[in-house]
């Protein structure tokens, strides 16, 4: 069954530091991988993805994320955390097995960043 | 635009009790899709449209759920009778074609709590 893993419930890390939110996928095939955001109380925003191409990937906000297919992960950076980019961070990798088509999220990260 | 339009935001009711909750994608998107979101399960896809037809129904949880599209304008999900495990953030998103490799654009979702 394809799968997509968050390792870390959260992530701490200091403001001007930068940022890694690690995921790692399990799919059949290239796989479509997607980073969304949860601010409190709000709906999922949609920061990148990869489909093809470039291994690296630029989104909002200054995020990026490296898509390594050795390692089978798809993890999300950023260079200078800002304290407003204290949210909910989710993986998704699009499935495509047994007749169906749909999108599988992780778990989610909360990222704390502290001033 | 207005953005993914969910009503509404809140919902408290009495467990037995019908729960209707609405949703008015982006204008122009073909793509609908109701995702509930709990911290035990996650995000998970309910079912989803495409140009007001449902195309994949199988993550409903049971009968007492059903959802309609009758415009392209207008969602409902309907939750007949509610239980006190129902209780959730049910989320809808539109894209505007293409379905899981394009962006989804989600409202700000109704956080329902059954008594």
Not at chain 2, 20 to 49: A, N, V
């Amino acid at each position: 069954a394809q799968s997509v893993a968050q390792p870390e419930d959260q992530v701490n890390v200091a403001e001007g530091n930068p940022l890694t939110v690690k995921c790692t996928y399990s799919v059949s095939g290239n796989p479509y991988l997607f980073w969304y955001v949860q601010y409190p109380n709000r709906g999922l925003q949609f920061l990148l993805k990869y489909i093809t191409g470039d291994n690296l990937v630029k989104g909002s906000y200054g995020f990026e994320a490296e898509f390594n297919k050795s390692q089978t992960s798809f993890h999300l950076k950023k260079p200078s955390a800002l304290v407003s980019d204290s949210a909910l961070y989710f993986c998704a990798v699009r499935d495509r097995s047994y007749n169906t088509d749909k999108l599988i999220f992780g778990t989610g990260t909360r990222l704390q960043v502290f001033p | 635009d207005a953005g993914v339009i969910q009503s509404p935001r809140h919902e408290v009711t009495e467990m037995g009790q019908e729960v209707t909750l609405r949703c008015k994608p982006i204008s122009g998107h073909d793509y609908l899709f109701w995702y509930r979101q709990t911290m035990m399960r996650g995000l998970e896809l309910l079912i989803y449209f495409n140009n007001n037809v449902p195309i994949d129904d199988s993550g409903m949880p049971e009968d007492r759920f059903s959802a309609k599209m009758p415009n392209a304008s207008f969602s409902t999900l309907k939750i007949q009778p509610s239980e006190p495990r129902d209780s959730a953030v049910y989320f809808c998103a539109s894209s505007l074609t293409g379905a899981f490799q394009e962006t989804q654009y989600f409202g700000p979702g109704t956080r329902l709590l059954v008594l």
